[in-house]
């Protein structure tokens, strides 16, 4: 699978957290499903990154966090609502059995992808944890979170996440629940003429463009390939929002944002 070539350069084995609530003597509830990036250390693989601010690198799990701490506030708080979640973990490290740039590697659901960068390595797990919950359960609302690009950072800052959804009410939704809940998101474009950057000669779809730019748009992109055409699917990318300070600061707290989004939304529009 694609979670376990990027963990091929660790020295400790990856996990595949599934967690399910369902509320007690709940008759017809909506499901969510909810997907976190969970790399507990990202030195970027054989495509290392540089030194600076590596150490912040064990902070590449947040959105495996959140979605964790949600499901569990949900269970709690005993919500009218189904919550199905999962969190690929593992360790991006390097070492002489690490996956390496021009590797072919498989997925859960079966797509092959060409590594063009050890370093997007969270699409990589996402794809598994995608794959994994659309093809095992049937949730009327798919949505991933990771610290997944630089340059969502670059386009919108440290205040707003990014959001990418193929589903217009979906994103509209989400949106108006980031307004109420002060945990910001703004949409941006999946345009499918950027899917030709992610085309592979030997394999069905490489993980990076290799072009420095729309990276956070490529990034959703290559998502999209493993949801199974879910019709209400949205991908909030948390890389510039996960910390009080931003990388000119100390980075020294987690602002655990994205809980008080879900839980807007949740009450909002799942909730009957």
């Known amino acids: 699978s694609a979670l376990l070539s990027v963990n091929d350069g660790s020295g400790h084995p990856p996990r595949f957290v599934v967690c399910h609530y369902k509320p007690k003597n709940a008759v017809k509830v909506k499901t969510l499903g909810l997907v976190g990036k969970g790399v507990t250390f990202d030195t970027g693989g054989i495509s290392i990154k540089s030194s600076t601010n ?20 949900c269970a709690r708080l005993n919500l009218p609502i189904e919550v199905i979640t999962t969190i690929p973990l593992t360790e991006n490290m390097v070492d002489g059995k690490s996956t390496k740039p021009g590797d072919v590697i498989g997925s859960y659901i079966g ?93 069905d779809v490489k993980n990076y463009s290799g072009k420095p730019v729309a990276g ?3 990034a959703a992109l ?18 510039g929002v996960s910390f009080t300070d931003n990388e000119y600061g100390s980075m020294r707290n987690a602002t655990g944002y994205g809980i008080n989004l879900l ?10």
């Not at 590596?54 to 506030?73: I, Q, Y």
Request: proline share 1%; glycine share 6%; with cysteine.
């Open 54 to 73: 590596m150490h912040f690198m064990k902070s590449d799990m947040s959105g495996g966090a959140l979605v964790l701490a949600f499901t569990t506030l």
């Open 216 to 218: 956070a748009i490529t």
């Open 263 to 272: 839980l807007e939304y949740v009450r909002q529009f799942l909730i009957d």
């Open 111 to 203: 797509k092959t992808i060409e590594v063009i960068d050890t370093d997007a390595e969270g699409r990589l797990i996402l794809a598994d944890g995608l794959g994994y919950l659309t093809k095992n359960y049937k949730t009327d609302v798919l949505i991933n979170f990771a610290t997944l690009t630089g340059s969502v950072i670059q386009t919108l800052g440290y205040q707003v996440a990014g959001l990418f959804s193929n589903n217009d009410t979906l994103a509209s939704n989400l949106y108006d629940a980031g307004q109420k809940s002060n945990e910001k998101c703004w949409r941006l474009p999946i345009w499918d003429h950027y899917a030709d950057d992610l085309k592979s000669d030997i394999a």
């Open 222 to 239: 290559f998502l999209k390939e493993f949801i199974l055409d879910h019709p209400n699917w949205a991908h909030v990318d948390i890389a």
